[in-house]
């Protein structure tokens, strides 16, 4: 399904790379930069992101980003040129 994405959800992904890009240019060997780029290339292909820690079976697409479309977290991918 080729669904178009929301202003809001645009607005998001540029909040998300802005953060992203800062991170990169502050700390470019952040574990917390290396977890984000894997989960997102692992979202952007479908899959849930990984359980989110909490020890109650949840994954991070279905906490922090339930109902996003692949093709945010691709579009995310794509302009962190995060190969996916």
Request: hydrophobic share 30%.
């Amino acid at each position: 399904m080729n669904r178009r994405l929301t202003n809001d959800q645009l607005d998001r992904i540029d909040e998300l790379v802005e953060n992203y890009q800062e991170l990169t240019r502050s700390m470019p060997k952040s574990g917390l930069l290396r977890d984000a780029r894997n989960v997102h290339i692992e979202m952007a292909k479908g899959g849930d992101g990984g359980p989110t820690g909490q020890g109650d079976g949840t994954t991070i697409r279905g906490e922090y980003y339930k109902g996003l479309p692949n093709a945010f977290f691709q579009r995310v991918c794509d302009r962190m040129r995060w190969e996916w």
